[in-house]
């Protein structure tokens, strides 16, 4: 066996980026190893390029030129983008990635930063651990403040579909060197709102709402528009499970797309089955939920179903495989994920608000709730547990911060999980951990959820489940079975359900488990399920955490849809050279 680098050509239009040896026009894609059994020919050429390259350019030139560019559009605060990153063997290197909102984009353009210094060493991220621990207002310094300046012009601030920022990502792309000659990737997915099933029935319920007017549907022509421009070796592209049966003008979207996709030249590939989809075939003769892909089923510790579509060129013979699986034995679960992160207590959102307050207004809610369990004959095994709860509750608890605590990489129990969290030791505080404030009220129906589900390790639905006295919220629908999940806890045994952009609105559908801390989950609690790294930072208010979270695709997802492409890739440089 030998080991081989995969080199190609690129364009006179693409110049290789501060080398001086702009004549060679040469990327390197990555590493691999092959059978070859002459004693001459294209890997030993190779070999010998190589090793002239090796002498010829400095460490850093061959850096410049020897990962895939990824464009990111879309990108919120960047779960694809670092998945992406954060490859086996980082043969991806982020180019331009592209977010419209101002604070999921300071999110995406600090994290391009923190790589961007991660590659310099662990030294080098002094900076940005100093702008998480709050020792410093800003996260660069005089030596670190040319990678920042590299950072804005990978992470750029657009709204997609306007034609003057529909220049800018165009002149940012032509300025990376990125064209239909370069092996590179695309990653994203158009805003999802108008596909998804809640949506949709929200939309339902405007007056002369019309399908085909939503802007939102046909984002993904801006994305399309991309592919056509600049030929993409490899596109990924993730979206909710509504678009399989959204519609306009009786026409199926996701058909369309489809349709779009492969006239354009690409062959659609399923991440959860051997389906594919190419030119002259018809749609209605695949099953779209084919390209569902279930997180938990890989590892993720939340039960998030998306569309993802792997595009891959025709003139290619890549063919990425399905995704391994986690048996159901072996899933991670949300006590696996954010138990052992600091605990803390809600916040009482009107009225005083201090831990002696706290504790009295639990006890009293804890105690109310012990009594009337006890008088209803199916809820009377739990009424035992409410007064124990009643009795152990912590005195006190913090109510967390932006920055909280005292950090430990050691917080998860899941290997593969503990190793993706797990930050540098420069790390000192918790990020974004900071429980909100709840009414009296909701906080007697969380108690009173948490203990439910601790219980009977299912959260209580419902009118009918949440049948003690004090517990019916002030709603018109409650008792019809629409909202049957109004108030839903996060069982500790299980995977999370979907963390959504709704989290940003309230906490009903994102209750803890542990009733002591009576409270719904912080931002960084939902990062953890989202596969976010402990150290990344997110910006703006907790409202718009929030949402920037529940928009995001796992990182820990993406990686593996990264690890699957490139394992494709090798497959077919093997053969080629074979």
């Not at 560019?69 to 605060?77: C, Q, R």
């Not at 043969?91 to 101002?102: H, K, L, N, T, Y």
């Not at 706290?358 to 547990?385: C, F, I, N, V």
């Amino acid at each position: 066996p030998r080991q081989f680098l995969v080199v190609q050509r690129v364009p006179e239009s693409a110049p290789v980026q501060e080398s001086t040896h702009g004549h060679l026009r040469l990327r390197i894609l990555g590493w691999d190893s092959c059978h070859h059994p002459g004693t001459r020919g294209l890997v030993d050429d190779i070999h010998i390029l190589v090793s002239w390259l090796a002498k010829k350019l400095t460490q850093k030139e061959m850096s410049l030129i020897s990962h895939i560019p990824i464009v990111d559009l879309f990108a919120g605060p960047g779960g694809l983008g670092e998945g992406f990153s954060s490859a086996e063997g980082q043969p991806f290197r982020i180019a331009v990635s592209a977010e419209m909102e101002q604070s999921a984009h300071a999110t995406l353009r600090l994290r391009a930063f923190y790589r961007i210094l991660k590659r310099r060493g662990e030294s080098a991220l002094a900076p940005y651990y100093r702008f998480c621990n709050g020792d410093a207002e800003v996260p660069y310094d005089v030596a670190t403040l040319d990678a920042w300046e590299e950072a804005g012009r990978e992470a750029l601030q657009l709204t997609l579909g306007e034609s003057k920022d529909n220049r800018i990502l165009d002149e940012n792309i032509r300025h990376s060197g990125i064209g239909p000659d370069v092996f590179w990737v695309l990653i994203g997915g158009p805003p999802c709102q108008a596909y998804s099933l809640v949506g949709r029935a929200r939309n339902r319920g405007k007056k002369d709402n019309r399908p085909e007017n939503d802007h939102r549907h046909f984002l993904y022509r801006e994305y399309l528009r991309i592919i056509q421009r600049y030929r993409p070796s490899v596109f990924v592209m993730e979206n909710v499970k509504g678009i399989l049966s959204s519609s306009v003008n009786g026409q199926k979207i996701f058909h369309s797309i489809l349709s779009d996709l492969a006239r354009v030249g690409y062959r659609i590939h399923s991440l959860s089955s051997d389906t594919h989809y190419s030119r002259n075939m018809n749609p209605d003769e695949i099953d779209a939920r084919d390209f569902i892909v279930r997180a938990e089923e890989h590892g993720i510790p939340q039960a998030r179903h998306r569309v993802i579509l792997v595009g891959v060129r025709d003139d290619l013979d890549v063919w990425p495989r399905p995704l391994d699986q986690v048996p159901k034995s072996r899933r991670s679960t949300v006590s696996q994920a954010i138990e052992m992160l600091p605990k803390l207590r809600s916040r009482i959102s009107k009225g005083q608000d201090d831990d002696e307050t706290w504790l009295a207004l639990l006890s009293d809610h804890l105690k109310h709730l012990a009594k009337e369990a006890a008088k209803d004959g199916q809820l009377r095994p739990l009424s035992r547990e409410l007064g124990q709860h009643g009795r152990s509750l912590i005195a006190e608890l913090s109510t967390g911060g932006l920055r909280t605590g005292k950090y430990t990489s050691a917080s998860c129990t899941v290997p593969e999980l503990q190793k993706w969290y797990g930050a540098s030791k420069q790390l000192k505080v918790w990020l974004n951990h900071e429980a909100r404030g709840h009414m009296r009220e909701d906080l007697l129906r969380y108690v009173y959820a948490a203990a439910f589900a601790e219980k009977y390790d299912y959260s209580p639905k419902g009118h009918e489940q949440f049948s003690l006295p004090g517990l019916k919220p002030n709603h018109e629908n409650w008792e019809t079975g629409k909202f049957a999940d109004r108030f839903r806890v996060q069982i500790a045994s299980g995977s999370a359900t979907t963390v959504t952009s709704h989290i940003a609105k309230d906490g009903h559908y994102f209750i803890h488990y542990d009733p002591k801390q009576c409270r719904s989950l912080t931002v960084r609690e939902a990062a953890r399920l989202q596969t976010f790294p402990d150290d990344y930072f997110f910006q703006g208010n907790r409202t718009q955490q929030y949402h920037q979270v529940g928009n995001a695709v796992p990182p820990l997802l993406a990686k593996k849809i990264a690890d699957a492409i490139v394992a494709a890739i090798n497959k077919q440089c093997v053969k080629s050279a074979a």
